[in-house]
Nanobody, 122 residues
Framework: QVQLVESGGGLVQAGDSLKLSCAAS????????MGWFRQAPWKEREFVAA????????DYADSVKGRFTISRDNAKNTVFLQMDSLKPEDTAVYYC???????????????WGQGTQVTVSS
């Protein structure tokens, strides 16, 4: 079973940048589709971005398109989320997720991290 550990969250001001990391361990990273999700207080968890195993396919929520960039380093078993031009509405707990059962970037994910808090002040 793979374990996912997120890092890089914090408190920033609107317009700032943050880079989240998600390190995988325990099971091979090979073949995984990786995604980032977020959950703001009193809201449902929502999809943010996802990336295929090869890194050639990426998908973004409309709300972050053009501001966030997902990438991965398979040699280091790590996936990243570069977040630029942050807005107060980006405030949420950000979760890393993995799946091996499908190549679809959207849909259900099998394995989840514990999350990292991102707070953007205005």
């Amino acid at each position: 079973q793979v374990q996912l550990v997120e890092s890089g969250g914090g408190l920033v001001q609107a317009g700032d940048s943050l880079k989240l990391s998600c390190a995988a361990s325990g099971r091979t990273f090979s073949g995984s589709v990786m995604g980032w999700f977020r959950q703001a207080p009193w809201k449902e968890r929502e999809f943010v971005a996802a990336i295929s195993w090869s890194g050639l396919s990426k998908d973004y929520a409309d709300s972050v398109k053009g501001r966030f960039t997902i990438s991965r380093d398979n040699a280091k078993n790590t996936v990243f989320l570069q977040m630029d031009s942050l807005k107060p509405e980006d405030t949420a707990v950000y979760y890393c997720a993995a799946k091996y059962s499908s190549i679809l970037l959207r849909g259900e994910y099998d394995i989840w991290g514990q999350g990292t808090q991102v707070t953007v002040s205005s």
